[in-house]
Every structure is written in structure tokens, then in C-alpha cells.
């Protein structure tokens, strides 16, 4: 099993960030795939989850309006897209997919915002 993210991103207040998460080796529909992120010094926050099999998605209540999660069954990708972005969300982003319990986990993606 693999979850392979996209690279470290750098954006300016405001803008918006997409990341990818490419599952393999596995029935990509049979698994949730969570997004967590760790800012600096902190510890792991959920945003949120999507089921690729149906598209439905539970976002954590402080991301709720400014997140979105989407999922690619023909490529077993799926996306995060945070939008007005500012310092606080500086952090590694991690995808992983559960079903119940979380038992892959992308290698991370930095996001960093700043002007």
C-alpha cells in the first residue's frame, strides 16, 4: 500500500492550496482517506474525511467553508483544497486512509503560508 503526495507548496495569504493523495495497491473505494495536519510544535488535527466510493465527506467543524475534498476513482486520487489561506495554516498535511482504524499514511506535504 502506498499514499503518495504532492510536493511542498508556498502560498501568500489568501490564496488557495491543492494537494494530492495517489492510493495504490489497494480497492481505493473500500477505504476512507482522512486529512490531518501538524503546524509547527503542535500536534495532529483532522480536518476531515471523504469516502471515495460515494463521494461523501465530514469535515472537522473549523474547516468547515474554507475546505474541500474531492476523490479521482480513475486515477485513486484524491485532493484537499484549502482556500483563504493565512499564517495558522502553515503545516504538514497528511493524507490516510482508514477503515475504521488509520492504517496508511501519505509522507506529508508542506504547506507554507507567507507573504
Known amino acids: 500500500v502506498q499514499m503518495a503526495q504532492s510536493g511542498a507548496e508556498l502560498r501568500n495569504p489568501e490564496a488557495s492550496v491543492k494537494v494530492s493523495c495517489k492510493a495504490s495497491?489497494?480497492?481505493?473505494?473500500?477505504?476512507?482517506i482522512n486529512w490531518v495536519r501538524q503546524a509547527p510544535g503542535q500536534g495532529l488535527e483532522w480536518m476531515g474525511r471523504?469516502?471515495?466510493?460515494?463521494?461523501?465527506?465530514k469535515y472537522a467543524q473549523n474547516f468547515q467553508g474554507r475546505v474541500t475534498f474531492t476523490a479521482d476513482t480513475s486515477t485513486s486520487t484524491a485532493y484537499m483544497e484549502l482556500n483563504s489561506l493565512r499564517s495558522e495554516d502553515t503545516a504538514v498535511y497528511y493524507c490516510?486512509?482508514?477503515?475504521?482504524?488509520?492504517?496508511?499514511w501519505g509522507q506529508g506535504t508542506q504547506v507554507t503560508v507567507s507573504s
Open positions: 490516510a486512509r482508514s477503515n475504521p482504524l488509520f492504517t496508511s
Open positions: 495497491g489497494y480497492t481505493f473505494t473500500s477505504y476512507y
Open positions: 471523504i469516502d471515495p466510493g460515494d463521494g461523501g465527506t
